[in-house]
């Protein structure tokens, strides 16, 4: 009984750190997608400073952010 138990607990943490990672990627994934977006209108739309970078960016963070605390809450259902 025991040894079932702890193969489930490897079993869980395996699969949490595979998660855990996922939204590490998904993350960077995220603010590269919207800071290169931001980049590309910049060059099209020049100005005395990158708005478009700043603004898509900021976004980038806010909307992963977002997205991870909405993981992380049906993870501890």
Do not use: H
Not at 26 to 55: H, V
């Amino acid at each position: 009984m025991d040894e079932k138990k702890k193969e489930n607990e490897k079993k869980n943490q395996l699969r949490n750190w595979a998660i855990f990672s996922g939204i590490a990627f998904q993350m960077g994934g995220t603010i590269f997608a919207c800071a290169w977006i931001g980049k590309k209108l910049d060059e099209r739309y020049p100005s005395n400073k990158n708005w478009f970078t700043i603004g898509f960016v900021l976004f980038g963070v806010f909307a992963s952010l977002y997205i991870v605390l909405k993981q992380l809450k049906s993870l501890n259902k």
